[in-house]
């Protein structure tokens, strides 16, 4: 794989840095982070460890819980040379009615910077405008963009380019890694197109937005009920669980309602020959996907939960360093 994505360093993006969607940077924000997180990577595949963030301090904060998310800015902050403290609402005063404008201006106090897993994105913003330090979204309800870049670093290694793939979202629309991938498609220069059942299609605002921005740069959003017209040629295939955090109630009627829009072998005859198929995890196996598929030799979802590590420290390096 070549080791520059882009001629731009990176650099410090515009007023306070907080990174709290895909949308809100621009294409050479995004390619400079990748084209960071390349060089980290093979980095750290040297056993080389730079301590960019020596001293430095990340505060995170959990009101869902996580796996990757944790593990990887935990590790990714040692790797730097700093370190990370773990939040979690339960044990803070946020728990007991401590309101978020005060945390925020509180941690802003102790930590160099914030990493926010939540399910509100209002709330989100909320501590990004009264937080003095920079604000990381690890995850809300409308946003996932730290798992996207990840995600965009993976289709770079295995696809060597960005411009004319087809990215084939499958699932819910109404999705946060729907939306990140919207935004951070458009960004690249990739088309993506959505299949969702009706009534559970994007955000409005964010796929307006993310369609207009496509015509400008020449590249397009499309959104159907059909799931084998959006496969149709796909080089990029994604899927998420039908039921996310928050919506465990609603987990068998959601069954029924997508069970036409698994990811399976049939459907999959459609895309590409060489297709690469991508999943943030937790994956249900024999729900939105089959083992056939996420276990195949299409799937790269390991490389693609390793490169939250790389793509998490790319973005901690821009934020939190001198």
């Not at 990840?150 to 411009?163: M, N, P, R, S």
Request: glycine share 8%; hydrophobic share 40%; with cysteine.
């Amino acid at each position: 794989m070549a080791s520059t994505l882009s001629k731009q360093k990176a650099r410090p993006m515009l007023g306070k840095k907080d990174f709290l969607a895909l949308g809100d940077l621009s294409s050479t924000d995004i390619m400079a982070l990748l084209d960071e997180a390349v060089r980290l990577k093979k980095q750290t595949k040297l056993g080389i460890q730079e301590p960019h963030l020596q001293g430095k301090v990340l505060g995170m904060i959990f009101e869902k819980a996580s796996t990757r998310t944790r593990v990887s800015f935990e590790v990714g902050m040692l790797q730097l040379g700093g370190q990370a403290i773990f939040l979690s609402s339960n044990d803070i005063q946020l728990g007991r009615g401590e309101s978020t404008i005060d945390t925020a201006k509180v941690l802003s106090r102790y930590v160099d910077g914030l990493m926010i897993r939540t399910f509100s994105h209002d709330m989100m913003e909320t501590y990004a405008k009264h937080a003095s330090i920079p604000v990381i979204n690890g995850l809300t309800d409308l946003h996932h963009p730290t798992q996207v870049l990840a995600d965009l670093l993976t289709i770079y290694e295995h696809k060597g380019k960005f411009k004319g793939l087809k990215l084939a979202y499958i699932g819910d629309g109404n999705n946060n890694m729907c939306h990140s991938l919207m935004e951070g498609a458009v960004k690249v220069g990739m088309d993506i197109h959505v299949a969702c059942p009706p009534g559970y299609g994007p955000n409005p605002g964010i796929f307006q937005q993310m369609t207009h921005e496509a015509k400008e740069n020449g590249t397009t959003v499309e959104c159907s009920q059909d799931p084998f017209e959006v496969m149709a040629g796909a080089d990029i295939v994604v899927t998420d669980v039908w039921a996310s955090m928050g919506q465990e109630d609603e987990n068998e009627q959601r069954k029924k309602i997508f069970t036409p829009y698994q990811v399976n072998e049939r459907l999959c005859q459609q895309a590409k020959a060489d297709f690469t198929f991508l999943h943030c995890l937790p994956a249900h196996r024999g729900e939105e996907v089959t083992a056939g598929i996420i276990d195949g030799p299409h799937s790269v979802v390991f490389d693609e939960a390793e490169n939250r590590l790389h793509a998490q420290k790319a973005l901690l390096k821009l934020l939190l360093g001198e």
